[in-house]
């Protein structure tokens, strides 16, 4: 991380040496080019997508956990692991110090703004703007679904972070524990592989179903085009989601805005921003476990259709705060104030 934040100060340094503008407007990530555009006296102005280091992430590596960033070889070691802390308590401090430059910061959920303003100490310049979500096509889509088959979709890149072999084993519950009256649902696992590693862990996936015995109820749609994703929203009874500390998480609006009741990670941008009670009314299910999972699906396949449509109205209309419409009236708010008093 450090080499790369140096390589992007070395690259600023030659750009902003040729051009400088006025108003420094960065949207990937690269807090430490900041103090740099400051020096030559641009306004800083960045969109943060997602801490390039969290708390959660020292935490996680203090615990040992291993997951997808904290390699299970480090998380056994206790050296290697007070090693990586100690990396990323210096980062952390070198992180807040060059983030703190910025005239003004936009983040796009409170999960993101909590890190932000602990690690940056500048609450007073950062402001929260919801990520444009095109949900149009969706928002068309008719809630009622065909209850013959209940279908359930994941919408994510095949990519380990997304755990969706938690998605299979909470599946596998669920058809075990299923009532004999009641329709066997299929879960549809929706989306594209960037290269050999996704590709290998699609087919583990698919082997896993056949392991769990449930293949003849799983579908995999590989690098699909839009068309067809929104034609498997469109006939989904539940969206899920099994990302941990998804910064926001578009895949679970999507979910609403099609009708599709989500079942999303009771973590992060689902849990303080998306999957909340609509004027009183339910919009979701959050999990965490296997079984929690396993639970949520099973009272979406129980649930009365009348039940599942108040639910899914309830979405779909809290859906509509994350519109492309709201993200730019947000947008606009939030950097008036700076560039009118520059002018």
């Given at each position: ?32 080019t900041y103090p740099i555009a400051r020096l030559f006296g641009s306004k800083v102005i960045c969109y943060t997508h997602y801490p390039t280091i969290s ?121 075990k524990k299923l009532d004999e009256d009641l329709p066997r649902p299929k879960l549809q696992f929706v989306g594209s592989c960037r290269n050999k590693s996704d590709e290998e862990r699609l087919q583990n996936l698919k082997d896993k179903a056949i392991q769990l015995n449930i293949h ?128």
């Amino acid at each position: 991380m450090i080499g790369q934040s140096l390589g992007s100060v070395y690259l600023s340094w030659e750009a902003l040496s040729k051009f400088t503008p006025l108003y420094y407007f960065d949207t990937s990530g690269y807090a430490f080019t900041y103090p740099i555009a400051r020096l030559f006296g641009s306004k800083v102005i960045c969109y943060t997508h997602y801490p390039t280091i969290s708390l959660d992430m020292i935490s996680r590596v203090r615990q040992r956990s291993s997951m997808y960033n904290n390699d299970a070889l480090i998380a056994r070691s206790t050296w290697l692991s007070r090693c990586k802390i100690i990396y990323y308590k210096v980062f952390s401090r070198m992180y807040g110090m060059v983030g703190s430059c910025a005239h003004l910061v936009m983040v796009n959920s409170s999960w993101t703004q909590s890190h932000i303003e602990k690690l940056w100490e500048i609450p007073e310049r950062i402001k929260r703007v919801y990520p444009p979500c095109d949900t149009s096509r969706l928002q068309e889509l008719p809630l009622e679904r065909l209850v013959e088959t209940p279908k359930i979709i994941s919408v994510a890149q095949f990519r380990p972070e997304k755990a969706h072999g938690l998605q299979l084993e909470a599946f596998s519950v669920a058809i075990k524990k299923l009532d004999e009256d009641l329709p066997r649902p299929k879960l549809q696992f929706v989306g594209s592989c960037r290269n050999k590693s996704d590709e290998e862990r699609l087919q583990n996936l698919k082997d896993k179903a056949i392991q769990l015995n449930i293949h003849e109820d799983v579908e995999f749609h590989k690098n699909v085009m839009y068309r067809d994703l929104v034609r498997l929203l469109g006939g989904a009874v539940a969206g899920i989601h099994s990302m941990i500390d998804e910064h926001f998480g578009i895949s679970v609006v999507e979910f609403m805005a099609a009708g599709a009741i989500p079942i999303a990670h009771n973590s992060a941008g689902p849990k303080m921003d998306i999957v909340l009670d609509e004027d009183g009314q339910q919009t979701g299910f959050l999990a965490q476990s296997v079984e929690d999972y396993a639970d949520a699906i099973l009272k979406i396949v129980r649930m009365p259709e009348c039940e599942r449509l108040k639910i899914a109205t309830a979405a779909r209309r809290r859906s509509n705060r994350f519109s492309e419409q709201r993200f730019f009236d947000d947008l606009k708010a939030a950097i008036r104030p700076i560039i009118c008093h520059s002018s």
